[in-house]
């Protein structure tokens, strides 16, 4: 299994602006660059999916597999022979609200889908989490 972390901390929004930021998931196209558009219809609940267009790529369903309101939810995308999640945490801390992503892949192909997908995923996080936090802070 290949897995990769990143983690800010902030005292610019709190956990509810991030919640909501996340569960409004057709208008991510408007702070995340890298989507073209990304579609949901119903809540952002467990079980619930989701269809994402990436710039320059095919569509992809995306299933939310864990929903904790304001705390926590993993998204799970199904590729032929890996699986690739992706975990969004949300801690309050002394220091401010920690905000973690961790990409997983895990299957006989993960490192076909490491490569092609996750990590440029991974490697954008350090810049599209600021970014994040910006657009959150206006909610």
């Known amino acids: 299994m290949w897995t990769k972390s990143h983690s800010i901390t902030t005292n610019e929004v ?6 909501r ?3 409004d998931v057709n208008n991510w196209h408007t702070w995340d ?6 579609q949901m219809e119903g809540a952002f609940t467990a079980g619930n999916h989701f269809i994402l267009k990436p710039q320059g790529g095919p569509k992809v369903k995306i299933e939310l597999a864990e929903t904790i309101p304001n705390q926590k939810f ?9 699986k690739m999640y992706g ?6 801390t002394s220091a401010g609200l920690k905000i973690t992503t961790t990409m997983k892949v895990e299957g006989l192909l993960s490192f076909l889908w ?6 440029g995923i991974a490697s954008g996080l350090a810049t599209e989490m600021p970014a994040q936090v910006k657009t959150a802070a206006k909610l």
Do not use: N
Not at 33 to 38: D, F, L, M, P
Not at 74 to 82: G, I, N, Q, S, Y
Not at 87 to 92: I, N, P, S
């Open 14 to 19: 709190t956990k509810e602006q991030m919640w």
């Open 21 to 23: 930021l996340f569960a």
């Open 33 to 38: 660059e890298g989507i073209e558009y990304a």
């Open 74 to 82: 993993v998204d799970l995308t199904r590729f032929p022979l890996a």
């Open 87 to 92: 975990e969004h945490t949300f801690e309050e």
């Open 114 to 119: 490491v490569k092609l997908v996750a990590s």
